[in-house]
């Protein structure tokens, strides 16, 4: 999946404002993956997020924020966390 896919892919999966994501840290590399859900429902597309960080102090979660707005070209300061601090299954409002 190329660049614009994924940005597409990830435009698709905001739902109402939000961004669902499944988080994996420690990760052997830094990636983000959209696996799609059915054509007919796009909304239930599942985000992972991979990074190499570990999940101490909110280090991985700030890792998750650059990496997601680096891929939907957007700004690191619309994205907020509303839920999931210390989950891996996190939400953010995309603005």
């Known amino acids: 999946m190329d660049k614009m896919e994924l940005k597409a892919a990830l435009e698709a999966a905001v739902v109402d404002g939000m961004l669902s994501v499944r988080v994996t840290p420690k990760a052997s590399r830094n990636a983000v993956v ?5 054509e007919e429902r796009p909304e239930e597309s599942l985000v992972r997020v991979y990074v190499t960080t570990v999940p101490e102090g909110g280090k991985a979660t700030k890792d998750v924020i650059k990496l997601l707005a680096k891929a939907m070209g957007r700004a690191k300061s619309t994205l907020t966390l509303v ?3 210390t989950s891996r299954d996190k939400v953010f409002r995309v603005e």
């Open 83 to 85: 839920r999931g601090e």
């Open 34 to 38: 959209v696996e799609e859900g059915p």
